[in-house]
């Protein structure tokens, strides 16, 4: 699986995620907040479909009379791309979204390529049908020849450039503490603020209005805490982002590196993070314990030997979600303050303590 696979299906464990609180849906399925990831997610794939493809996946379409008109009918790939085309037909949708994150190039692309390239999924003719035939097909091509320009492809490393940057920085990262430490345990939390009550958050429908200040205090008194030598946690690393929801607002992803030879049940750990963040939020914080879902790939929690690269693999990868989402969805923070954040080794000059290890690295 590619990392924009991965990524999407870590979009559309999200907008599962949220649409467990929700019963019913607006018309406008695209706006509501337990779909703004799944939309997303939708033109992620269609994306990987229509550029290896090279814009023909709609070239065999066709559309089959029923007691209402003609409707589209199409392969299980084509689906994919007539499943985000429907998408891109949510306009208000699209202005609602740009509010609240930073989206990638192709996902604006794909909304405002509809204004050139008109068209519909449903017909009352033949000749209408074979109209959205025409429309449909040339969509997707224009939308090829644009992803293809070079004008595209520069936006588009530029957007991802700092997601690529943090992603090869926290895989560096991590290789460097397990040199100090053997064996870890690796922790998954999300740390956000309990609903109505906080007065950290202050929105109206999808816009956010403020970023207050003390939500990035509140992060450094929490690592400040764990770092302290008499912390009951030994903590040896961090990776940390800070993402904005409809829902729940500002909230941070934290994904913990605790000292194995100290520590092993990591949910457990995870309890004691979210008890200790509602401590230095005064009562206002409110924790998830990450466990693993059944639309996750992996899981990236548990103990981390040095020596088990099968494992090492699955915990970058994990942590990779903290930063490669931002190629798609970025939350806007006023006076673009950085949103993630990691720890820093502290290397220890002179022979280690302890005997030598006994397995290394192939």
């Known amino acids: 699986m590619n990392d924009d696979s991965a990524c999407a299906n870590v979009l559309q464990g999200r907008k599962v995620e949220l649409a467990w609180n929700h019963e019913t849906l607006n018309d406008e399925w695209f706006i509501h907040p337990s779909n703004m990831f799944g939309a997303v997610a939708a033109i992620i794939r269609a994306t990987s479909v229509i550029l290896e493809t090279k814009g023909e996946v709609l070239a065999k379409i066709q559309y089959a009379a029923s007691d ?39 996902v604006h692309a794909f909304f405002e390529l509809r204004s050139e390239f008109k068209y519909n999924f449903k017909a009352y003719s033949k000749e209408g049908a074979d109209d959205n035939v025409k429309d449909v097909n040339a969509y997707v091509r224009g939308l090829y020849a644009h992803l293809n320009s070079g004008e595209f492809k520069k936006a588009e490393r530029n957007h991802r450039r700092a997601s690529d940057k943090n992603f090869r920085s926290t895989s560096k990262y991590i290789d460097d503490i397990l040199k100090c430490c053997s064996r870890l345990l690796v922790v998954r939390v999300d740390l956000g603020y309990s ?3 906080s007065d950290l958050i ?7 209005h403020s970023y207050h200040p003390e939500i990035c205090e509140h992060r450094k008194s929490l690592f400040k805490a764990l770092s302290k030598k008499d912390s009951p946690i030994s903590m040896v690393g961090y990776a940390c982002k800070l993402e904005y929801g409809i829902r729940k607002g500002f909230h941070f992803h934290v994904m913990l590196f605790l000292d194995g030879s100290k520590h092993r049940e990591h949910l457990t750990m995870g309890i004691r993070v979210g008890e200790l963040w509602q401590q230095v939020t005064c009562g206002k914080g409110h924790y998830w314990n990450c466990v693993p879902r059944p639309w996750h790939n992996v899981d990236g929690t548990g103990r981390l030997d040095y020596y088990d690269l099968e494992k090492l693999q699955e915990v970058k990868e994990a942590a990779s979600y903290l930063t490669k989402i931002d190629r798609w969805v970025r939350a806007y ?19 280690k303590g302890g005997r030598p290890r006994a397995k290394q690295f192939l």
């Open 68 to 106: 209402t008109g003609f409707h589209i009918v199409s392969s299980k790939r084509a689906e994919i791309v007539v499943e985000a085309m429907r998408v891109s037909a949510y306009e208000s949708g699209y202005e609602e979204m740009k509010s609240v994150v930073k989206l990638s190039p192709y």
């Open 333 to 351: 923070l006023p006076g673009d303050k950085r949103s993630f954040y990691k720890g820093v080794v502290k290397t220890v000059q002179g022979q």
């Open 195 to 197: 609903g109505e009550e």
């Open 202 to 208: 202050s929105r109206e429908g999808y816009e956010v």
